[in-house]
């Protein structure tokens, strides 16, 4: 049996990804549990416990429901398989809505969970929230452009950065939550010349996706990128394997052999 080499052998914290800004792209990928986060651990730089989870894996129709028990379950989770990733908390909608609630629920997320950052979705309007955050010494990704959590309030998910005023709107938002004291800016479905603008504007680092080549890093939806999500699948993702169809093949397969009591055979009894 061949034993897997991680790339990445010491834990990664958030002061290591700031200082990759520049310098070599940061890897991110989306877990919701210990198997998968055990798979990627190592291989990539950060891993985000995303309220995408609420859709793909509860199959709801957006976020919004998702709770901070069910992130804080999840979180740890892939904590517990994941070492070596800098593991970021996807605050939950209705979790930050003032800055004594987002601290209560931040706080809460650093004593229950291992943890290093929490995200939060919002411009300059989040810049007391961050403020508070950072002050109290939980890091911070701040997510600007498209918010997922702002779906209902703006009827749908629309593509950011368009012209120069947005453009602007969204670097200045990106600069004020770094004043704030974000470690990181996480930028969503913008146009590349937006996510490069703001990416050249701040000092710490930008992770971009549906925001181009430009960033300093760049997250997907582990469903996604893996082919398990199969309703829908927008521009920006890149199936790097058929998981849905690996997984159908292997079921129909198992489904025959029982059938034909094929299975199990001798290999695989006591
Ligand atoms: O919840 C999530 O997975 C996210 C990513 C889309 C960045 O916020």
Known sequence: MSIHTPRIEKKVTMSTVAAMKGVEPITMVTAYDALFAQLFDGEVEMILVGDSLNMSFL???????????????HTQAVCNGAK??????????????????????????????????????GGREKADIVRTLADNGIAVVAHIGLMPQHVRSEGGYRVRGKDETDIKRLVED??????AGAAMVLVEGVKSEAAKAVTDAVKVPTIGIGAGNVTDGQVLVWSDMFGFFEAF???????YCNGAKEVREGLEQYVKEVK???????????
Do not use: W
Not at 98 to 115: D, I, K
């Open 260 to 270: 034909a009591r094929q299975f199990p055979d001798e290999a695989h009894a006591y």
């Open 174 to 179: 990106a600069l004020e939550l770094e004043a």
């Open 84 to 121: 070596r990733a800098c593991i970021v908390f996807d605050m939950p909608f209705g979790s930050y809505t003032t800055p004594q609630v987002a601290l209560e629920n931040a706080t809460r997320v650093y004593r229950e969970t291992c943890a290093q950052a929490v995200k939060v979705e």
């Open 233 to 239: 699948k927008p521009k920006f993702v890149k199936r």
């Open 59 to 73: 199959g709801k129709e957006d976020t919004l429901s998702a709770t901070m028990d069910q992130m804080i379950y």
